[in-house]
């Protein structure tokens, strides 16, 4: 039996849970999802339509809200009494967050960004994982007889198997020392960039910007075409742009239909962010800049006399 | 208030990624090294709220001889001390790491109030690092944040999830994981870096535990270059452009 941790958010299902549950159905039939708290019972139709036959909802009076070590302590009150071979969850703050108590409790390995898995044997599993936010692929071999993994979003698709789910509810054991920690507030963002990571076009700019000032060009760019401005880190390390609009492996990782990259050039840390892009343009005074080795289509010019005109035409096109 | 902060050592990948023949770490002969943006921003809030409160910061660092000049550059913006776990790479088992750490807190002097961490290394995004040692010394723990305060011994902690900010309030002493974007860290002044040449490191050595994850080996995926079409320049560049938008429908 797989055992999956299915994180939502006030009964709304994180929809990576699904590709969690269809990673567990790789390894074995038998999927029981994890949820915890109230409203949780609204995912389980969703869990059901990918497959799994049980749920397990953990609930106590003092949890009314995400609460990592309460949920923690559901994951071990289920794994203690069926054994799962392996229990997983997905690569968001929270999925790596709960196993990572779950982890540090049982004093068990955890292994996390898994992208394939494999159970070789009795208390032996092989893992590929991401490392260097995916420039870089990692073989593992992991001893334990519960494997505990997060699983890379997207790695898996969501496969559908039509059936309902019988729910089984039970107590989550907790201490005052479990219910600490848990959201206490919810605030809107206070910063912009909102959207970053489903738009459809990524306007970007780096150190060839020069300066926040430029930036009012990308975002009229931007606003032609129905897009997000994005940057790379050099440019909101020093101020020019707000962090929400860092795309790479420290920022938003975005796969847009067009990433147009100004004045970039092309750090791996940066690629981690924007590789999943349709089509890539690369804007660059430099014609050997890495970036270059990423685009569809290249310019080599100097943004700052290009995007003026670039604007007008674009502009002229969409009115015509 | 005593803040002790985790920063490992890096190599700063360029534009690619060689790995040793053997396939099995990453050929750095020819690299530079870096800490990660999440944990430079770590740095900066401690030696923030230094300024603010008062007291100490001290880093810890696990790994082989070199980490030295990534505590150095971190002495050179505000921490005032660093233990440095003597181990013989940077690539260390999650569990193993987590477990010398905290040896080595538990072993220092200082009763540290805060204790900060990245969320996730830049090589390993382990992610877990800062959960085990919370565990480890008993104390509460928020993580992957990117907004904190700290007032009567409590962090107000914000953590960003899609156009939201989930806020967790985490009682000292408590460990907290911080993600890029906490604050924009500063660039070392001079006198910080003249300072910064005498500050002490203690060298402890760290008592391993055998990996419960044993690497089999690492693959670059080869990029092969998408063979960009070179639009040209000016105008003529302009109006190339513009008929790829339109291509790709996202100009009508
Ligand atoms: C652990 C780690 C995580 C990181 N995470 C991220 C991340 O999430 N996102 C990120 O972006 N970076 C990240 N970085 C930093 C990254 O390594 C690079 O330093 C950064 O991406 C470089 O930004 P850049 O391309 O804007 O600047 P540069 O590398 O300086 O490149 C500037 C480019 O602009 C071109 N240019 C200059 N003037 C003009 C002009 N007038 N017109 C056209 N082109 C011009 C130059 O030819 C050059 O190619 C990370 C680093 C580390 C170590
Ligand atoms: N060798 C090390 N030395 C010091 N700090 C470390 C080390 N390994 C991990 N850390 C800290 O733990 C964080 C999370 O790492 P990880 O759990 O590997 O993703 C890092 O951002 C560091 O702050």
């Keep these: 039996m797989i055992l999956v941790y299915a994180d939502h958010d006030r009964g709304e299902l994180d929809p990576l849970a699904l590709q969690v549950v269809s990673a567990a159905r ?3 039939a038998d999927v029981h999802a994890l949820i915890v708290g109230p409203n949780a019972e609204k995912c389980v139709d969703d869990l059901a339509s990918a497959g799994v036959r049980t749920v397990h909802h953990g609930t106590n009076a003092a949890i009314d809200d995400y609460t990592p070590r309460a949920n923690a302590n559901a994951v071990i009150t289920v794994m203690d009494r069926l054994e799962p071979r392996a229990v ?85 054991p907790v201490t ?23 738009a459809k076009v990524v306007i970007s700019g780096g150190r060839g ?8 060009m990308l975002e009229e760019l931007a606003d032609i075409l129905g897009g997000a401005v994005g940057c790379s ?10 962090h929400a609009e860092q795309v790479g492996q420290t920022g938003t990782k975005v796969a847009p239909d067009l990433y147009i990259a100004f004045g970039i050039s092309g750090a791996t840390q940066h690629i981690a962010g924007c590789k999943s892009a349709k089509t890539l343009i690369a804007v660059n005074t430099d014609g050997q800049a890495p970036i270059m080795t ?16 670039l604007i007008e035409k674009a502009r002229a096109a969409q009115g015509a | 208030m005593d803040i002790c902060v985790c920063i490992k050592r890096y190599p700063s990948l360029g534009s690619a990624i060689m790995l040793t023949d ?5 050929d750095t002969d020819k690299l530079g090294f870096t800490l990660s943006p999440h944990e430079e921003c770590a740095v900066e809030a401690a030696v923030q709220l230094k300024e603010e409160h008062g007291g100490t910061v001290t880093l810890i660092s696990m790994g082989p001889e070199g980490v030295e000049e990534q505590i150095r550059e971190q002495f050179a913006i505000g921490a005032d001390r660093a233990i440095w776990i003597r181990s013989d790479s940077t690539d260390i088992d999650p569990q193993a790491a987590a477990k010398a750490i905290g040896d080595a807190i538990e072993a220092d002097e200082t009763a540290f109030d805060l204790i900060l961490l990245g969320s996730e290394s830049a090589d390993n995004a382990n992610a877990q690092t800062g959960v085990r040692l919370a565990h480890r010394l008993g104390r509460p723990v ?111």
């Design chain 1, 26 to 28: 790789g390894l074995d």
């Design chain 1, 88 to 172: 997983l969850a997905a690569g968001t703050p929270r999925g790596s967050e709960v196993l990572a108590h779950v982890a540090s409790i049982k004093d068990l390995p955890l292994v996390t960004e898994c992208s394939e898995i494999a159970l070789t044997g009795s208390g032996t599993a092989e893992v590929t994982r991401a490392r260097w936010g995916g420039n870089l692929l990692e073989r593992s071999e992991v001893s334990a007889d519960v494997l505990l993994a997060t699983v890379q979003a997207h790695a898996f698709a969501v496969s559908e198997d039509a059936g309902d789910a019988q729910v089984e509810a039970f107590e989550v």
């Design chain 1, 176 to 198: 005052d020392a479990d219910l600490e920690v848990s959201i206490v507030e919810r605030t809107g963002a206070a910063e912009t960039g909102v959207g970053l990571a489903e």
């Design chain 1, 209 to 216: 910007m020069d300066g926040p000032e430029a930036f009012g």
């Design chain 1, 233 to 242: 880190r050099v440019v909101t390390a020093a101020g020019w742009r707000p």
């Design chain 1, 294 to 309: 990423h685009a569809d289509y290249a310019v080599v010019d100097n943004l700052h006399t290009l995007l003026p005109v």
């Design chain 2, 22 to 26: 053997d396939g099995m770490a990453i």
């Design chain 2, 142 to 252: 928020a993580t992957a944040i990117k907004g904190m305060t700290i007032a009567d011994g409590v962090a107000t902690c914000e953590r960003a999830v899609g156009t939201m900010r989930e806020v967790y309030r985490v009682r000292l002493p408590a460990v907290v994981t911080v993600k890029d974007g906490l604050n924009i860290p500063r660039y070392p002044s001079v006198p910080g870096r003249i300072k910064a040449r005498k500050k002490p490191i203690d060298e402890v050595t760290g008592d391993l535990d055998a990996p419960s994850i044993q690497l089999m080996g690492l693959t670059a995926p080869i990029r092969e270059s998408k063979g960009a079409q070179d639009l040209g320049a000016g105008d003529e560049a302009a109006d190339a452009l513009v008929d790829v938008m339109k291509q790709i429908g996202v100009l009508s």
